[in-house]
């Protein structure tokens, strides 16, 4: 409506003008000079207008994913009761000193604080120079705050002040699994009770991201660090920077930007850029192989050699040896229930995409200690003994002929006609 004044108010004058120098040859100078000024100055007030609107404060910003269009999923509304103000955060860490900050990642440093209400936060705040961009930020942000469950770290608001991105998440006491399990003395703390609790509840994490929320999501980065450990060592799966949506009948989906950590990358993603909830699944295996055993995947030390954790643990279940996987410093606890959980984990960590369970059915065999199992196959990127040992990093370069996962999908076909009961069916 102002603009339209404006142009009224130009109108009056310009036929005032036009009376005035009617018998004059000024006539035609003067609509020649006044018609451009009004035309320019009607522009750029319409243009002044627009670029306000546009800058509107409490507008919505989008998070796409690439697997979404537009719509109103994909739009965070900054309410008061999500976005903290920087100097809030700053305050409550203490203005990110040392002596607050629980870590360091690749993304960014993680500090504790605590609100002037006395409650306690983490505090992830996103390197400026880090490979976490702005599609990354808006995607945890996204993500976290529709989903709700207690096996995943709860978001309580974010902060995008200026170049400043801070995600304001709900404290976990104990740290995360990675400080426990790999660690020579912290890891006596979790019997097997404790580890069984873990494995569990991550599991129905994945199984609530996979299947019962509101969104079908694609963790993408599922690793021991990112598993963190209430007070009770329950499981609060964190890190959702890199996760995907998926549409409720979308299978798969396709990458040229690869991202996660080396050695819980299933090998179709990590080297075909193919990703889908079976890859989740192989991440999961690989995590439950380095609860049981208390060894990274990187490396596990038997005798005067160093091998990848999944190539031991195959190579210890062919030769009915899968004891040896145990971490020693479990000394109780129902052996038929370790022995499951390997066997769950050397099913996760297949080769074969197909082969590998659902979190649906990893979730109901925990649960059930009477359903039987199919025998696992080879796993990805497994190297025999005949080949020699390679640094686990070497062996993501290697080609999917290598895995001699042919011959065992050959053999899958006679091996799962007789689902192998799991009363006492494990090699000794």
């Not at 976005?83 to 305050?91: A, D, G, P, Y």
């Not at 709700?148 to 770290?153: D, E, G, I, P």
């Not at 009915?320 to 959980?341: H, L």
Request: aromatic letters at 10%.
């Amino acid at each position: 409506m102002l603009i339209f004044y404006y142009l009224n108010r130009w109108n009056v004058q310009l036929r005032i003008l036009t009376c005035a120098v009617k018998s004059n040859k000024a006539t035609i100078i003067a609509i020649a000079i006044a018609v451009p000024v009004v035309v320019f100055f009607a522009v750029v007030l319409i243009f002044f207008f627009i670029c306000i609107r546009m800058r509107k404060p409490g507008e919505k910003f989008e998070a796409q994913q690439e697997t979404y269009d537009d719509d109103d999923d994909n739009e965070i509304d900054i309410s008061e009761s999500l976005q903290f103000s920087f100097n809030t955060i700053r305050e409550a860490t203490n203005d990110f000193s040392d002596s607050n900050k629980l870590g360091q990642g690749g993304f960014g440093a993680v500090y504790k604080g605590r609100l002037i209400n006395g409650q306690e936060i983490a505090v992830k705040r996103l390197s400026r120079d880090s490979g976490q961009g702005e599609r990354e930020f808006k995607n945890e942000v996204l993500i976290v705050a529709k989903l709700q469950h207690r096996n995943l770290v709860r978001l309580l608001g974010f902060c995008l002040e200026g170049r400043e991105r801070l995600l304001v998440y709900e404290f976990v006491t104990n740290k995360s699994l990675d400080y426990f399990i790999f660690d020579q003395t912290n890891r006596a703390q979790l019997d097997w009770e404790k580890r069984y609790k873990i494995i569990a509840g991550t599991a129905r994490g994945i199984l609530y991201l996979h299947q019962d929320s509101r969104l079908r999501v694609i963790h993408r980065d599922l690793k021991a660090s990112n598993i963190l450990l209430d007070e009770d060592m329950n499981p609060k799966i964190a890190d959702f920077g890199l996760a995907r949506l998926f549409v409720v009948d979308q299978t798969h989906a396709d990458t040229n930007r690869v991202v996660g950590t080396y050695g819980y990358m299933a090998p179709e993603y990590a080297m075909h850029g193919q990703f889908s909830e079976k890859s989740d699944v192989f991440s999961f295996g690989v995590l439950v192989l380095e609860v049981v055993s208390g060894q990274r995947n990187s490396g596990i030390r038997h005798g005067e050699n160093i091998d990848d954790l999944l190539s031991f643990a195959w190579r210890r279940w062919k030769e009915g040896r899968a004891t040896d996987i145990i971490d020693p410093t479990v000394n109780s606890g129902s052996r038929n229930e370790i022995m499951r959980c390997i066997h769950i984990g050397l099913l996760c960590v297949q080769d074969n995409v197909a082969a590998r369970p659902t979190m649906a059915s990893i979730v109901l065999v925990l649960n059930s200690h009477s359903l039987s199992l199919p025998l696992p196959l080879e796993p990805a990127f497994y190297l025999d003994s005949r080949t020699g040992n390679l640094p686990n990093m070497q062996l993501w370069e290697l080609n999917s002929e290598t895995t001699r996962s042919n011959e065992y999908t050959t053999r899958s076909a006679q091996e799962s006609v007789n689902e192998a009961s799991v009363t006492e069916p494990y090699p000794r």
